[in-house]
C-alpha cells in the first residue's frame, strides 16, 4: 500500500446540548480528522480525545504533537503491507492511543475502499444491524432527566445509560425506577467514587442495573475487584481497560463482568479485535462506547460494533442526537426498533462531506 499524503484537520462542532459527566461538561467538540490518501482513493479517521485530559490523558492538542511528530513518520518512513500492519507501528509510543488510533483507523477505512468491501466486512463484522442504546448527560434537574428518558425510549433505544456521581445517584435512580420499572436501564460513574463508598455503592443492587460502568479510579483494576466481590451489580470497565493485557487481567481477577470497548481508547481496529476475542473466549460481553464523535468516528464505531461478541446494545446513536448537521451523508440514523443497518457499500459506507469539513477546519497540515 503506497500512502502519498496523510493530512490532519482540527474541527471545531458545537453539540446540540451540553454533554455533563462527573469530570465535567462539553459544548464544542474540538475533533482532529486523519486523512490518508493513495492508490486513487482515500480513508478516514477521528480522533476521540476530549478537549482536555479529564477522560483519560489525551487531548486534542497532545493528539496533533502525538500524530505530527510521531504516529505520521512512523507510517510514512517504510511502506506498509496492510492496514493490519499498522498497530504494530505505534508499539514504540506509549499511551496516547486516540492519537495513533485515528491513524490506524483511517488506514482500515482506506484498504476497505481500495478493495471495494465494507469495513465491517474487512474488519471481520458478521451483524448486519447493530443494537443501540443511548447515554444520557447529568441534567439540571430530576425532571429534565425523566423527559430525555421519554425523548428516547420513544425513539425505540434498547437500553438507556445515565451518567451519575455522588449526589446525583442513588435518588435519581429511584426516581427513574419509579417511572421505568421495565427499563433496560444502567449508569455509568466515570471514576467518581472510591473503595470507600462500597456501602453506598451497595444500594445501587435494589436498581436491577444492566450495569454500573467505571465507578472506580480510571487505572484501577483491583479495587473493582474487591467492589465486584460486594456487588450483585454487573461491573462493566471503561477507562481501565486500555490494552489486551488490562483486558485479561481485568477478567483473571473478575474484577468486571462485562467490558466496554472504545476504538480510541484501546488505539484502532486491531487492538480492539483482540480485545473483543480475548473477552468472547471468556464468555464476557462487550458494547461499543462512544466519545461524542462526528459522523466519520460514529462510521468507525458502526463497523466494530458490527463483530460477533458486541452483545449488548452500546453509545452508538443518531447524529441528531448530537450535531445540527454531521459531516457524513447520510447521517446516522436509527430504526424505530433502536438499531442502526450496517452499511454495505465500501468502506465506511458513508459519503464525506469535505465542504463542510473545510468549512468547520480550524487548521490543517498535510505529510508526504
Ligand atoms: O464514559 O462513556 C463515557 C462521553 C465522553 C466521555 C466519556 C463517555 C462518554 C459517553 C458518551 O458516555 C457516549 C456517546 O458518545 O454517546
Ligand atoms: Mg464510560
Known amino acids: 500500500m503506497t500512502i502519498e499524503q496523510i493530512t490532519l484537520r482540527e474541527i471545531q462542532m458545537p453539540l446540540v446540548s451540553a454533554f455533563e459527566t462527573s469530570f465535567g461538561a462539553t459544548t464544542t467538540r474540538r475533533m482532529i480528522l486523519v486523512e490518508v490518501r493513495g492508490e486513487g482513493s482515500f480513508g478516514w479517521g477521528e480522533v476521540t480525545a476530549g478537549e482536555g485530559p479529564f477522560y483519560n ?13 510521531f504516529a505520521i513518520p512512523l507510517i510514512l518512513r517504510t511502506p506498509l503491507d496492510s492496514a493490519a500492519a499498522a498497530a504494530a507501528r505505534f508499539d514504540p509510543i506509549r499511551g496516547h492511543r486516540m492519537a495513533t488510533g485515528a491513524l490506524e483507523a483511517a488506514l482500515w477505512d482506506w484498504e476497505a475502499r481500495l478493495a471495494g468491501r465494507s469495513l465491517s466486512a474487512l474488519v471481520g463484522g458478521t451483524r448486519q444491524e447493530i443494537p443501540c442504546g443511548v447515554s444520557i448527560g447529568i441534567q439540571p434537574s430530576v425532571e429534565a432527566l425523566l423527559e430525555k428518558i421519554r425523548t428516547e425510549v420513544a425513539a425505540g433505544y434498547q437500553r438507556i445509560k445515565i451518567k451519575i456521581k455522588p449526589g446525583w445517584d442513588i435518588a435519581v435512580l429511584e426516581r427513574v425506577r419509579e417511572q421505568f420499572p421495565a427499563l433496560h436501564l444502567m449508569a455509568d460513574a466515570n471514576s467518581a467514587y472510591t473503595l470507600k463508598d462500597v ?16 465507578p472506580l479510579a480510571h487505572d484501577d483494576l483491583l479495587d473493582h475487584a474487591r467492589l465486584q466481590q460486594a456487588l450483585e451489580t454487573p461491573i462493566c470497565l471503561d477507562e481501565s481497560i486500555r490494552t489486551l493485557r488490562h483486558a485479561e487481567q481485568a477478567i483473571e481477577t473478575a474484577a ?21 476475542d480475548c473477552c468472547q473466549a471468556a464468555g464476557i460481553p462487550v458494547w461499543c462506547g462512544g466519545m ?9 464505531n458502526i463497523a ?13 446513536s443518531a447524529s441528531r442526537r448530537y450535531w445540527s448537521q454531521d459531516v457524513i451523508v447520510p447521517e446516522v440514523e436509527v430504526t424505530p426498533a433502536g438499531t442502526i443497518q450496517v452499511p454495505q457499500a465500501a468502506g ?7 465542504d463542510r469539513i473545510e468549512r468547520r477546519a480550524i487548521r490543517r497540515e498535510s505529510f508526504t
Open 348 to 354: 465506511l459506507g458513508y459519503e464525506i462531506d469535505r
Open 199 to 214: 456501602p453506598h455503592l451497595k444500594q445501587l443492587d435494589r436498581f436491577y442495573l444492566m450495569m454500573i460502568e467505571q
Open 57 to 69: 490523558e489525551e487531548d486534542t492538542e497532545t493528539a496533533w504533537h502525538v500524530l505530527k511528530d
Open 256 to 276: 468486571c463482568r462485562i467490558i466496554n470497548i472504545k476504538l480510541g481508547r484501546v488505539g484502532g481496529f486491531t487492538h480492539a479485535h483482540a480485545i473483543h
Open 292 to 300: 461524542l464523535e462526528s459522523g466519520i468516528g460514529r462510521a468507525h
Open 304 to 316: 466494530l460494533a458490527s463483530l460477533p461478541n458486541f452483545v449488548l446494545p452500546g453509545d452508538v
